[in-house]
């Protein structure tokens, strides 16, 4: 999945099978990485908090895949939001939680 069109066949009909509506979620993964996830070929495009790919997942917060992968990557990106406006029912909140943090927005349970 070179090619930012490819990715977004891709990730289209899996956006919108999970109920996100897909003009948000474009312009998410837009603003994410820009639709392109590698910076040069073979390196997979990160930023300095190490989040890498097509919508900058950290490997840190989601240890379970290698984030290499662009298809995993924008899968998860999907699941990942999705969860969060479910969790909060709106996208201003689950777009906060994407980039902060489900417990920054929505808090985290007491002990």
Same mark, same amino acid.
């Given at each position: 999945?070179?090619?930012? $069109?490819? $990715?977004?066949?891709? $990730?289209?009909? /899996?956006?919108? $099978?999970?109920?996100?509506? @897909?003009?948000?979620?474009?312009?998410?993964?837009?603003?994410?990485?820009?639709?392109?996830?590698?910076?040069?070929?073979?390196?997979?495009?990160?930023?300095?908090?190490?989040?890498?790919?097509?919508?900058?997942?950290?490997?840190?917060?989601?240890?379970?895949?290698? @984030?290499?992968?662009?298809?995993?990557?924008?899968?998860?990106?999907?699941?990942?939001?999705?969860?969060?406006? /479910?969790?909060?029912?709106?996208?201003? /909140?689950?777009?906060?939680?994407?980039?902060?943090?489900?417990?920054?927005?929505?808090?985290?349970?007491?002990?």
């Amino acid at each position: 999945m070179a090619d930012p $069109a490819d $990715a977004k066949l891709y $990730a289209r009909p /899996k956006a919108e $099978a999970a109920g996100l509506w @897909w003009p948000t979620f474009e312009k998410q993964i837009q603003q994410e990485s820009g639709w392109e996830h590698w910076s040069s070929p073979g390196v997979v495009k990160a930023s300095l908090t190490g989040s890498m790919g097509l919508g900058q997942l950290n490997s840190h917060f989601y240890p379970e895949s290698d @984030w290499r992968d662009p298809y995993t990557n924008i899968s998860k990106s999907i699941e990942v939001m999705a969860g969060y406006l /479910k969790r909060f029912g709106s996208y201003r /909140k689950a777009l906060a939680s994407y980039n902060w943090g489900g417990g920054n927005v929505g808090g985290y349970p007491k002990p």
